[in-house]
């Protein structure tokens, strides 16, 4: 999906491209050092394209960027999307529940975003109970605490009988993996 989104930015918007990790893995690992490096060299980069603002596809990135690099203006894909009038999502399941990322709790315009981009697709949304709940990924739980991991995406994935759209790579996988019919917004508007 990066290529995609990147040509659909690019087509839109005087678009450049940073590949790189926010550092999350770092971060959970409790690896500062190794963290704050990353975090060095991504400021180097935005400061080298001119302080450009930066687009996010994904909830972790921006929630991190957020906490400690705010001086980078920051902008949800799927806010960009959901705008976008000539975007039309191809349905990936005619009813299906949102599964909202735990790191996409505090950004109600990106939930907002993938919440029009469903609809636009003619799916049918319910709300889960209980929303940004992890999904058992965060923190790397599954190597820390298996039996843990096992409880955690057990629930999550029963939470609701009817299909997922999810807005993160590593919630998807998840419940891929629990053979959770589950599909990412991204392959709903890229078809």
């Known amino acids: 999906h990066v290529v995609k989104s990147y040509e659909y930015l690019a087509d839109k918007y005087d678009a450049g ?49 957020q906490a400690y690099m705010p001086e980078i203006k920051r902008i949800s894909l799927y806010e960009l999307m959901a705008k976008d009038d000539a975007l039309q999502p191809v349905q990936g399941y005619e009813n299906a529940a949102i599964f909202d990322p735990c790191n996409a709790r505090d950004d109600p315009e990106m939930q907002t ?58 919630c998807r996988e998840v419940f891929a993996s629990r053979e959770k019919p589950v599909t990412h917004i991204l392959d709903m508007v890229f078809g």
């Open 17 to 65: 491209l940073v590949l790189t990790c926010c550092g999350a893995p770092a971060y959970w690992a409790g690896d500062m050092d190794r963290f704050q490096k990353n975090i060095d060299q991504i400021l180097k980069q935005w400061n080298e394209l001119g302080k450009p603002v930066f687009v996010f596809a994904c909830a972790t990135c921006e929630t991190l960027f």
């Open 113 to 170: 975003s993938v919440r029009k981009l469903a609809e636009k697709a003619g799916t049918d949304l319910t709300e889960l109970p209980e929303k940004n709940r992890c999904c058992g990924y965060g923190g790397q739980i599954r190597l820390a605490n298996p039996s843990l991991y096992e409880e955690i995406t057990k629930n999550r994935s029963e939470a609701s009988d009817k299909p997922y759209i999810v807005y993160c790579a590593n």
